[in-house]
């Protein structure tokens, strides 16, 4: 769309991001909570609806909402309490969904993302909903009836909705990728968006620059990717602007994202927007939640993604590489191990930035999929630092310990490759190669002094990298300098 046309709109967006809890069971029944079962093998009496069964609430659920909700600033009330939320559907057994209304467990919070602030409204808990496989016996999509999986029913998730404080397709990008680097950080959410487990509705709306009143907002669901949230809501803004640039209406709806035609399509319209017919869930007490409770949780809470920046930050990496190892956790952990064992940041964070992150690009692998211990790492590192070996030397060996988990004093001594730091031998080879190249030297004598690199990458070339490259500079200097 033509820029000017765009620049005369500002856009507003609102995110209700769903997060499956991590729990080893599901939030009111004694299933496994997990993914990739064989289908309707996770279904106790309970998951099924089945008549007289009674719901008991998942302690470890409650936690990592708490959690969830203090990561993101939120006040915990002192009580909350679940709700039922009626709808039919196939997937849905019961014939509702137990959720919370009116009080849910966080309130309140917000999240910054690039040093602005974006306002959570709420997180509550509620229950999933079961799968439709939308394929026949014949395993073909289109076919004229679809198959229930229930493993999924039950499964707990937190319910985090923000206020339509965004003003950009970026800006929600970044909101929801800083929202998922926090679950997984805490350890209360895988923050897959392929596998579902990260779910994202967006709500989109424009108006007119420097209005104070926001338009209607249309809610984009479907989008299973960082990529496809910024493409949907970039599409949305497009067709929103249209819309009313021919003197049209925005209708409030909701609107399936088609990531391979790239547009949105309407699913429903607010005519047929669901009565929910909200009520007390009264199989469940309202839920009275301690101070100290609270309190605990929030003594338990790990490094957030906000704080391993500022440190890595304080330890002198670029914004840039703290930024890069965040957003990859096994990076990150893998990093704070081997800072643990001692080695220098700096020698550290260069070799991850360089060498290993090239090698996991190139084979679409993870830091854990390699044979790289961070103990291999740090003793590498302490090799170079005690001047066993030279950084050059050590980038030629880092590829073999990452495919072998050999460890790097063992190929040292295999292949002789510590650095020769005797003055008498390193002299010889200067001499050598000063002898060598009288016209360079000519040259150098007469003000061409960057001639030093080249005299250097000579000695080093006789050594195969393995002067010690302080001396030889030192030894050059005193000979033809
Ligand atoms: P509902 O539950 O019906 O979807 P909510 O009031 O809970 O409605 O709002 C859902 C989301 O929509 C919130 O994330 C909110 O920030 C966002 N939102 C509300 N109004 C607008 C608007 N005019 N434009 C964009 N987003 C909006
Ligand atoms: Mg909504």
Request: aromatic share 6%.
């Amino acid at each position: 769309m033509d820029k000017e046309l765009r620049d005369k709109y500002e856009v507003v967006i609102g995110l209700e991001v769903h997060a499956q809890l991590k729990t080893k069971s599901k939030i009111f029944a004694p299933d496994k909570n997990e993914f990739g079962q064989e289908p309707n093998t996770l279904t106790s009496p309970i998951t099924l609806g089945m008549p007289g069964v009674l719901p008991v609430l998942n302690k470890e659920a409650v936690n990592m909402g708490i959690l969830t909700g203090l990561a993101l600033n939120c006040e915990i009330p002192a009580r909350c309490k679940f709700d039922r939320k009626q709808y039919f559907y196939p997937d849905l057994p019961k014939g509702y969904q137990i959720s919370q209304y009116d009080e849910p467990i966080c309130v309140n919070g917000y999240l910054e993302v690039n040093g602005k602030k974006i306002g959570i409204t709420r997180a509550h808990l509620e229950e999933d909903a079961g799968k439709l496989v939308h394929a026949g016996a014949d395993g073909l999509a289109g076919s004229s009836y679809s198959l229930v999986d229930l493993n999924r029913a039950g499964t707990p998730l937190l319910e985090i909705v923000s206020e339509p404080d965004m003003r950009s397709s970026e800006e929600a990008r970044n909101y929801m990728e800083e929202l998922r680097n926090i679950v997984r950080y805490i350890g209360v959410c895988d923050g897959n968006l392929e596998e579902g487990s990260m779910r994202c509705d967006a709500n989109i709306s424009i108006m007119p620059k420097g209005s104070k009143e926001f338009g209607t907002r249309a809610e984009i669901k479907n989008v299973n990717s960082f990529s496809a949230l910024q493409r949907a809501i970039e599409y949305e803004i497009d067709r929103q602007i249209e819309i009313v640039e021919e003197g049209g209406k925005v209708v409030q709806e909701t609107r399936l994202w088609d990531d391979n035609a790239r547009e949105t399509k309407s699913m429903r319209g607010k005519e047929d927007a669901h009565d929910y017919r909200y009520f007390p869930e009264p199989d469940l007490m309202p839920l009275e939640i301690s101070r100290e409770w609270v309190q605990r949780i929030k003594d338990s809470m790990p490094e957030l993604p906000s704080q391993k920046r500022e440190r890595y930050k304080g330890l002198g990496l670029s914004e840039y590489d703290a930024n890069v190892i965040v957003e990859q956790m096994g990076l990150a952990l893998f990093f704070d191990k081997v800072l643990e064992l001692g080695a220098t940041p700096k020698i550290a964070v260069n070799f991850i930035m360089g060498e290993i992150a090239a090698y996991l690009k190139e084979d679409h692998i993870e830091i854990t999929d390699t044979k790289l211990t961070p103990e291999n790492l740090a003793e590498l590192i302490a090799l170079i630092e005690k001047g066993t070996i030279s950084n050059n030397i050590g980038k030629q060996i880092i590829i073999e310990m990452l495919k072998d988990g050999t460890k790097a004093s063992e190929i040292v001594e295999k292949k002789g490759l510590s650095q020769i730091s005797d003055e008498g031998a390193i002299k010889e080879l200067v001499q050598k190669v000063v002898d060598a190249h009288p016209a360079e030297v000519e040259a150098y004598k007469n003000g061409k002094t960057n001639l030093l690199g080249f005299f250097v990458g000579q000695v080093m070339k006789e050594t195969k990298g393995r002067a010690n490259p302080k001396t030889v500079n030192e030894l050059l200097r005193g000979i033809i300098g």
